[in-house]
């Protein structure tokens, strides 16, 4: 796959069992995917991967009310508000982890997103505007990902995807947990030059 195109890939429907990995792996493995949320989507290209022993993860101290889906099946969206402002949506990964969706490449439903974000863009570059976008919110958290009203479907070529550490975080921030697919002009914030 050549860096920031992903014309040339065919889709094929995720299965649950794609899902059952440590967030790490799956936040690389969600790059090159096209995600849509009742037929609006497009491609992620930016996500950030969170494992239960991780201090900046929300399950790193347990289970609680708010990060109740993080310790059910793979594949479970976790959906939380982000400083009482703007919702975050995260695929649950194996053992209590998660990988936020920072950013995507919008390929249908532009009216509708752009209708969404108040005319505003980018469309879906951050966590926020890319839930505001595909109009998720707290009803979503702990529903599965491989079933309506969403629909993934996976990349037939392999990504060139940029490494980085986390960013707006306060704690762990030197993991490079951040993923991206290189040259894309969707990504939330520009990953370092090789």
Known sequence: MTSGHLDD??????????????????????????????GVGGVIVETEAYTRDDPASHSFRGPTLRNAAMFGHAGTAYVYRSYGLHWCFNIVARGGGAVLLRALEPTAGLDIMLERRGGASPLCSGPGRLAQALAIDASFDALPVYQEPFKLSDRTCEPDVAVGPRIGISQAREKPWRFGLQGSPQLSRRFPLR
């Open 9 to 38: 890939c065919r889709p094929i429907l995720l299965p649950i069992e794609f899902f059952d990995r440590a967030a790490p792996e799956l936040a690389i493995r969600l790059i090159g995917v096209s995600m849509f949320v009742a």
